[in-house]
């Protein structure tokens, strides 16, 4: 099973950036479609982004689109969600996703249904 480790999170004023990183081992991240989730205080987790094994085909939360972008570096085992003008909505704990299928597209992992998943990261946005 994969194990996911996301790091990046932090304290940020709005309008500003983070990005956050998920390193994973322990599987074929190559063929592993990847995804960002959240979780504010008070609701359930709610989906942010995600990628195909590929690399080619990405999904987005409404709320995101042109604000953050999903991408990933195979030869690290990793995958990246660069976070621009973060707004206090933003505010939540990131959780990293991997599919638990070989070869899965990014609407794979949007499902959210057969996934394997780290342990988050906080993200603040506040002034």
């Known amino acids: 099973q994969v194990q996911l480790v996301e790091s990046g999170g932090g304290l940020v004023q709005p309008g500003q950036s983070l990005q956050l990183s998920c390193a994973a081992s322990g599987g074929t991240f190559s063929t592993t479609a990847m995804g960002w989730f959240r979780q504010a205080p008070g609701k359930e987790r709610e989906f942010v982004a995600a990628i195909s094994w590929g690399g080619s085909g990405t999904t987005y939360k409404d709320s995101v689109k042109g604000r953050f972008t999903i991408s990933r570096y195979n030869s690290k085992n990793t995958v990246y969600l660069q976070m621009n003008n973060l707004q206090p909505e933003d505010t939540a704990v990131y959780y990293c996703?991997?599919?638990?299928?070989?070869?899965?597209?990014?609407?794979?992992?949007?499902?959210?249904?057969?996934?394997?998943w780290g342990q988050g990261t906080q993200v603040t946005v506040s002034s």
């Open positions: 996703a991997a599919h638990r299928n070989s070869y899965g597209t990014a609407s794979d992992v949007r499902k959210a249904d057969n996934n394997n």
